[in-house]
């Protein structure tokens, strides 16, 4: 555990509670089972698109009531017959129209593309301007839509529109064995990859963005993130690897070889991995999701992607975030190369020719007397080279060099994810929302813990989105609506991205939440929004420390175990200022001796007496500026109590998350024991036991375990304890408050004496 780090967090919120609160709502279609199949989250005209099996929807996102609008939309006239009779799917499942591509077209059309009955076919959908909702589609205006999505539903796909093109990664074919990266619409003439292992072997694409270089549009570039067998990894057979490919979006092939032919692809290896026992590492090959991170630099987002490996000894997953520094950094590096079949895969060392395969023709690469005005005039020379050596030597790595979140052995997987970069009163941080097969989406922001190169994970909610186990299949994220979309095969669910109210009542409850959108206000946990004139802000998400944040709160008790040591934090905001500890206790004074020793960050019990409860105080003292750090109440528990009540939380909270329906599970569990990035652990945080967190945290945070026992598991017996332990501490207070204002004269002694003040 990392000093100053005990907090606490997690939890899972089960899907009646998400509901009941108001914090989600699930819509379904109009015949109550529609299994979302595309999405596409339009911020501007506030409306959610929605694609399935032979429908698409329009759904209004008003802060009020919501509206939707439907369109039927089957296969064309003949073409489901056709399919049935290739006999391609004995249940006529897959012989309808699955939506798999939703797009903006221009100022009043969406581009809806759906497998037709392995027929692909894609229609204009006019859906108005700014708000006016309407929703309609030509029948009869329909195209073919080969090559912009693939046959089967089931086949993966990706795609982006940019320049009125479509950039799309799939299979081309019925039988799905025609891998390529296309480009259609728009004035210029269809662009596709060779048919070349080398180029893409068996590719699994997930996404494809157009990213530019810079201000100069001619070095835009689209890139594409997918997953393909590994050539390189030679003996390997079936290795799969992840991968990065772009292609420069004027590329229009070359005149002689490569017509119509992307001349301009290059691929490099995406690396997400841990380092693992006897120096080798664990590597995360299979691509899951990739979410791009946008910032008010469009040229360089940051690339959030979730990576698994599953083994019959191991399942785990990994989230890693790369700079497009780095990926550009590879793309201008070394050629991979192999001289021949006996040879091993080197670093290319011959003469590059020019312009360097991979650079798009654009100003920077013209040079006295040779200008490149399009791809067609790259000397063949450039294009067979880049034909035969399309991926690169050195693979990228993610920043830092290691993912910032891992699980592992977890009895669920990651599918989704989306993060917002979030505003809060002590910097910047990157809430992820990572959707699983089971229905549910964790909220997670993971922590640099200051100069180290360690990361901190931290999970702040669990949501069970989704009443059923289902995979959530998307993700996207309203930043104007706060909200989230996620979408299964049971429908699309909006979960408020926050709801502070949730954290309950007190100041450090608020901010051992850790939530970034959240702080406390001096009455309530609220949305934290930044640079707002509301006063007593209150939120320390890198160490969700009470201690500091929460002094005037008085919430600070510290239980301790007779016979047992124990330890009371105080850390001064600046090294340079002394710390005193005053004391009130019954039997007059207290020694520092080898028994109780002051530390840097706190006050140290090696071994605790019953006689050493008490109100304690620390106090900082820098120049002639006194201030009180921590007010704590010290309470010393008999060894059974705790034991005790280890035994009767046990009961309380095994069930599993199917049974837990009645609201909140939340506990108080140092997040950096159990997750600390890299480590594989036993997660399944919805199912750690009372007396698990017990074993984590020490006693020394058993009030707030306790006062969770009380408020979700309503044990009478501990209520009442609870509000013994309330009363004796306000008597203390009280007596505190007394002897200070007795003892004010006495204020300024010497640092780490340690006194009892007498009533
Ligand atoms: C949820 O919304 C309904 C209808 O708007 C309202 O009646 C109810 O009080 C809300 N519940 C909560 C907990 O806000
Ligand atoms: C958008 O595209 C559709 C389909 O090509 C066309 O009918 C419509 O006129 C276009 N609208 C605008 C505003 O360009
Ligand atoms: C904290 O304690 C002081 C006295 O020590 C009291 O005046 C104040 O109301 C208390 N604050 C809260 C929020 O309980
Ligand atoms: C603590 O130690 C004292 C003296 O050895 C003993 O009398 C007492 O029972 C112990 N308490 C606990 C809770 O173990
Ligand atoms: C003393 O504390 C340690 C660590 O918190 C714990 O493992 C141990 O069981 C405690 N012993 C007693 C007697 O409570």
Redesign the pocket.
Known sequence: RLPGSWVLCLVFVAYTYLLSTNRSSIFSGHHGHLSVTAVFLDEYRDRLFLGGKDVLYSLTLGPVSSESKEIFWPPLPGNREDCIQTGKDPQVTECANFVRLLQPYNRTHLLACGTGAFQPMCAFIYVGHRGEHVFTMDPLNVENGRGRVPHDPSFPFASTFSGGELYTGLTADFLGRDSVIFRSMGGRSTMRTETDQKLLHDPKFIAAHLIPDNDDRDNDKVYFFFTEKATEAGETEGAIHTRVGRVCANDIGGQRVLVNKWSTFIKARLVCSVPGPHGIDTHFNQLEDVFLMRTKDERNPDVYAIFSTISNVFQGFAVCVYRMTDIREVFNGPFAHKEGPDYQWGAYEGRVPYPRPGVCPSKIINQPGREFGSTKDFPDSVLQFARSHPLMWRPVYPALRRPVLVKANIPYKLKQIVVDRVEAEDGQYDVMFIGTDIGTVLKVIALNNGNSLETEEVTLEELQVFKVPTPITSLDISVKRQALYASSPLGVAQVKLHRCETYGKACAECCLARDPYCAWDGSSCTRFIPNSKRRYRRQDIRHGNPALQCVDQNLSVVFG???NSTFLECVPRSPQATVTWLVQRSDGGVKLDDRVMSTDQGLLFRNLFHQDEGVYICRSREHSFTQTLARITLEVL???TVDELMSRGHTGNSDSIKDRSTGTFRAWMPCSAYSRGGSSSQIGQSRIWFKDIMQLIGPSNLLHVEEYCERMWCNDKLRRKHKSMIEKYRQAQESARKARSKSSGERNRTPRDLRAWEE
């Open positions: 175990t007779e016979n008999q060894g059974e």
